[in-house]
């Protein structure tokens, strides 16, 4: 099967197909003159815009400043599988075990995100390719029933549209010969176009009066008591606020990575598939789909019918943004044979992109806030699934708390307490390469690999359902 994926990956791109687009905006000018504002977001992906937008529709008066150390979308908002989902967290299971007594309110809070992003893209008017087809969760094999039929009684009940597939239903869905079974949540999700919405986004900023500079990065921080004073690599910017909306790359002071590590998400595209080639996976709905494999895989079709395959994640010492190794064909052979495995009716199929994005993992795998200078600054981030829509959730709440908003909310769990710290380098990177081996080989042989993955989720990290000792009984989600 390698040499099939060899020869599927041999004129591939490695770089992220929704930005190898011509209808990217043009850069705004990075920032070279020393200015003040009411508020100063560092980060242009979609937590830094849904801040910029929310803060300036609730207040126009305030002064907002949004800087960017690459361009808009460059990061993590421009890479992504790009499923949508109503959850804020990284799912309802894992919202159940982390928060179990919030859970009630974040799956309000959740409808209420998902209306107003709707609302955003409506009134606005951003053309961003979204497909509000559901998502779909299938089992691989008998033993992912399990999951899917816990998974589905949680959707169940908080009044999820749902519905449980048997293995017959499933084919006709998504139509793999590893699929047993599954669950499609209808509602309040689908699948977009990231970079699309992020442009968006950005125009939307800019004609409500958002200042914007690209190009432009943070270097340093000077707390002044009633104001802070940072210095750019053009420029000091006098605040009295400041947004961290920085994610994996977790820039804006130093303690932010004792509580985030960046891991690499690699993706793969395939050329757009001919209505024959399409015909024999079925997929008339289009849903976004994860499978319940310990490495787990995700899947979704673009506006050209591409298909989208990725979840093989990887780990670089100290949090490398930018690892030479995955411009190379070598850590996408696996996934490209992941893909083969999964739909062998597609062996005529070649990719066209390759490339990795940064997840910001935490040891809750869900969005939390940390505050540094009195309150004056606020760091957003741990997004490491999900966070499309959730990013606008963690935005508004982490608007919330810098302006000392009286919301009941924020004296819940989720807003009110941190991730657990996580060990430095090197033993993150040691505890982080054996933990990527063992999800990779967990379901083929089992053995110390389960019970490295058990000892991983008691140490605070929810990477696994832990059902047993057996291969095949491990689920990441």
Same mark, same amino acid.
């Given at each position: ?7 599927? #990956? ?30 100063? /977001? ?19 008066? =305030? ?39 919030? #859970? ?103 004609? #409500? ?6 190009? =432009? ?13 940072? =210095? ?48 024999? /996976? ?147 990177? /040691?505890?982080?390469? /054996? ?43």
């Amino acid at each position: 099967m390698t040499e099939r994926a060899i020869q599927a #990956l041999s004129e591939v791109k490695f770089l992220p197909y929704w930005l190898d687009s011509d209808q990217a905006p043009s850069a705004e000018a990075a920032l070279t003159d020393s200015i003040e504002t009411d508020l100063l /977001i560092v980060g242009g992906g979609f937590t830094g815009l849904w801040a910029a937008i929310i803060a300036k529709e609730k207040n126009p008066q =305030t002064q907002i400043v949004l800087i960017e150390k690459n361009t808009i979308a460059f990061g993590a908002s421009g890479r992504p599988g790009a499923i949508l989902s109503a959850s804020v967290m990284h799912g309802l299971h894992i919202a159940s075990e982390i928060f179990p007594n919030d #859970l009630d309110t974040l799956e309000r809070l959740g409808r209420e995100n998902i209306m107003a992003f709707k609302e955003t893209i409506e009134r606005y008017n951003i053309d961003c390719e979204v497909e509000w087809t559901g998502e779909l969760t299938v089992a691989v094999g008998d033993e992912g029933m399990p999951m899917v039929k816990d998974e589905y009684k949680l959707h169940q009940q908080y009044g999820h549209e749902a519905v449980l597939l048997d293995e017959q239903s499933v084919q006709t869905e998504l139509n793999s010969p590893l699929f047993k079974g599954g669950f499609w949540s209808k509602k309040n999700s689908g699948v977009i176009n990231p970079a699309k919405l992020a442009w968006g986004l950005k125009r939307v900023a800019l004609s #409500l009066g958002v200042r914007i500079y690209e190009n =432009t990065s943070l270097q340093q921080t000077k707390d002044e008591h009633t104001h802070l004073i940072v =210095t750019t690599d053009g420029a000091k910017i006098r605040t009295t606020r400041m947004l961290l909306c920085t994610n994996a790359f977790a820039a804006g002071h130093k303690k932010i990575k004792q509580r985030v590590a960046m891991i690499r998400d690699r993706i793969l595209m395939t050329e757009p598939l001919t209505h024959e080639q399409l015909n024999r /996976i079925g997929w008339k709905n289009r849903q976004g789909a994860y499978d319940t494999r310990t490495q787990l895989n995700y899947m979704r079709l673009t506006k050209d019918n591409r298909m989208l395959f990725g979840g093989r994640l990887g780990y670089f010492m100290a949090s490398n943004p930018n690892p030479q190794t995955d411009l190379t064909v070598k850590p996408y052979i696996r996934l490209a044979d992941a893909f083969f495995i999964t739909f062998p009716q597609l062996q005529d199929v070649r990719f066209t992109h390759a490339w990795s994005g940064p997840i910001g993992l935490t040891t809750r795998m869900a969005v939390h806030f940390q505050s540094y200078y009195a309150g004056k600054a606020i760091y957003v981030g741990g997004y490491s699934g999900f966070g499309v829509t959730a990013s606008r959730f963690g935005a508004e709440f982490g608007l919330a708390k810098l302006f000392n908003e009286n919301r009941e909310e924020l004296n819940l769990e989720f807003a009110s307490t941190l991730p657990n710290w996580i060990p430095p380098e090197p033993f993150r990177y /040691i505890g982080s390469k /054996i933990t990527m081996y063992a999800l990779d080989t967990a379901d083929e042989k089992g053995g110390w690999r389960i019970a490295w993955l058990k000892l991983v989720d008691k140490m605070g990290f929810p990477l696994s359902w832990t059902t047993g000792d057996e291969p095949n009984e491990t689920n990441e989600r």
